[in-house]
Each structure stands twice: as structure tokens, then as C-alpha cells.
């Protein structure tokens, strides 16, 4: 079983960024493919970034080259670092864990971009 526990939403003004942080406990971290995914109000949850166990990273066409993500296989914690946010990346995001047995998703941490 793994537990994930997001951290790092919050309210921030267009242009601003954040960094969301998901650290995991339960079995070995190193033997799952990890992702951010979002759900914004009244629309459907989407994919936002993979980092695999190859470590080769992907991103969503709407935030590549302005969102990162990485891991830390010490703290077995996932970071999605967010930059030039825009209104239209307010949603709830959530991070994942996936191998050929099992899914996970944490509880969700809220982004709101504002004026």
C-alpha cells in the first residue's frame, strides 16, 4: 500500500508560482511511475506531468515549460514546481502513484490563480 499526502496549494496572482510537494510512505517508493494530474470545477480530472522510474519526464501540452516535475528518491517525495501561473491553472491537483498492480491518488491540495 502507498499513502500519498500532497502539500504546497494555495492562492497566488497570475505570473506568480508555487510548489506542490507529495510525499509518500507505505511499500517501496522506487517501484512506482509517479504523476500530478488536476481537476479544475464543472471538468473532467487531466494528466499534468510523469516521472517515471526511467526518470524521463512528460508534460501536458497546456503547462510544458512552465511547470517541473521531479523526484526524490531519499524523501520519496514528488515536487511539481509551478511557474507563470495562469487563471486557467486553478484546479485541485493531485498526485499519483502507478506501477502493473496498483493506483494511488492522494487527497488533492487546491491552486486558485486570482487577481
Known amino acids: 500500500q502507498v499513502q500519498l499526502v500532497e502539500s504546497g496549494g494555495g492562492s497566488v496572482q497570475p505570473g506568480g508560482s508555487l510548489r506542490l510537494s507529495c510525499a509518500a510512505s507505505?511499500?517501496?517508493?522506487?517501484?512506482?511511475?509517479m504523476g500530478w494530474y488536476r481537476q479544475a470545477p464543472g471538468k473532467q480530472r487531466e494528466w499534468v506531468a510523469q516521472?517515471?522510474?526511467?526518470?524521463?519526464?512528460n508534460y501536458a501540452t497546456s503547462v510544458k515549460g512552465r511547470f517541473t516535475i521531479s523526484r526524490d528518491y531519499a524523501k520519496k517525495t514528488v515536487y511539481l514546481q509551478m511557474n507563470s501561473l495562469k487563471p486557467e491553472d486553478t484546479a485541485v491537483y493531485y498526485c499519483?502513484?502507478?506501477?502493473?498492480?496498483?493506483?494511488?491518488w492522494g487527497q488533492g491540495t487546491q491552486v486558485t490563480v486570482s487577481l
Open positions: 516521472i517515471p522510474r526511467s526518470g524521463i519526464t
Open positions: 507505505g511499500r517501496i517508493f522506487s517501484t512506482y511511475d
Open positions: 499519483n502513484a502507478q506501477n502493473s498492480i496498483a493506483t494511488y
